[in-house]
């Protein structure tokens, strides 16, 4: 019966040493065994090792360079699954696969969206401190702020990103313009910014446009499949930043809340403070009130004895800040201009006589003043032959 502890049949005991097998699977002769057994421990003792120190050796070496074979081999594989993404074939059951890091090209690297790069971060950590002049626009019902590429991508060939690469080295190399496209790409690869366009709320719909107060400035975008980076295209920003001042507003909000419910355990003195306080809001709530009562009769009264108007604090109800608000403080009411209609004297007077020829009457008299004479001018009598015609009635039924 076979010992359970014992190796299987044809394994190499640890510090054994393996006897290779001949062609067609014999077994070398004894002399063949005897000849390389004093070969191995001649090369073990060059080596300065022990026989089973020098086997063991050999083994690592061995696994290490299988190992690097197939290292070598899933490099490649993910090299063609690469170019094959890039042409348009469907990515395959792993998802997405890293791309080479930019600038490893002298061409521009195809977008594949992965998981946040802490490289990208801190990229829009710069970005979002440069002059980027962002507008503001509106994508899925949310406010977001847009920036245009041409402005980015100064920002990378500017003086403050290689003092920030100097600060941070794991920021890329820019040398190029493959390489400055390879490094802004980064954003929309980690979806920290994406290209977006313009385009119609009411698109689709089957109502007619409204006709309402437009915002400057304020765009309607959606994202686009195609995330390039050309000069003249827009991008907006879906990273908000570093979160730990919201967590801290936050948390002071909640204080906040919890010191007013508690409100009836604060001390007597606190409590008669906030007494004169409320009383000191009503009373600046009540002259706001007030205050745009009088701009009303105000205007009503200069309506009539200046006209257009005059309005005290023009701004108080319009979409602009709390100081935007009070400025100016008057101003006269603005009226729409009058359309003015131009008419061709010379179509006029066409008209005319073409009207005078078909009726045969005289075409009426014009008359030109200047500042100097008068002139009256008449045009000429113009009469048209109308030949006779005979006319069919029908029967009375």
Known sequence: ??????????????????????????????????????????????????????????????????????RMQQQQQQQQGGQGGSEGGPQGPQGPRPGPPPGAQGQPQPIRPGP??????????FL???????????INGERKDMFRVKRALRALESPAYAKAR???????????????????????????????????????????????????????????????????MY??????????????????ALVLIFTVVLYPL?????????????WGFLMLLGLFFLMAIFRVILFCITYFVVPPGLWLYPNLWEDVSFMDSFRPVWAWHETAKPKKKKKSKSVNAES????????????????????????????????????????ELADDE
């Open 116 to 125: 946040p790069n802490p490289v990208a971060i801190a990229l829009a950590n």
């Open 352 to 391: 005319a006589a073409q009207l005078a020829g078909q009726t045969g009457h005289p075409p009426p008299a014009t008359a030109t003043t200047t500042a100097t004479t008068t002139q009256v001018q008449t045009a000429p009598q113009q009469r048209s032959y109308v030949a006779p015609r005979v006319e």
């Open 166 to 232: 100097a600060k941070n080295p794991a920021l890329p190399e820019i040398k190029d313009r493959a390489s400055l496209e390879n490094t802004f790409k980064l954003l929309p690869m980690s979806m920290l910014a994406l290209r977006v366009n313009k385009i119609d709320p009411h698109e689709g719909h089957d109502h007619a446009p409204k006709k309402g107060k437009r915002i400057k400035g304020l765009w309607t975008v959606k994202i686009e499949q195609q995330q390039d980076a050309g000069d003249d």
């Open 128 to 138: 979002k401190g440069q002059q980027l002049k962002p507008r503001t626009c509106i």
């Open 266 to 278: 604060w001390p007597l003195v606190l409590r008669q403070g906030v007494y004169y306080l409320s």
């Open 1 to 70: 019966m076979q010992n359970p502890n014992s190796p299987p049949p044809g394994a190499v005991p640890p510090g054994a040493i393996p006897i290779p097998m001949g062609p067609g699977g014999q077994m070398p002769s004894p002399q063949q065994i005897a000849a390389m057994q004093q070969q191995l421990a001649a090369e073990a003792q060059k080596h300065g090792m022990t026989v089973p120190q020098f086997v063991e050796h050999i083994k690592a070496q061995r696994i290490a360079q299988l190992q690097q074979a197939q």
């Open 235 to 252: 991008y907006v920003w879906l990273y908000e930043g570093s979160q730990i001042m919201r967590k801290v507003y936050g948390a002071l």
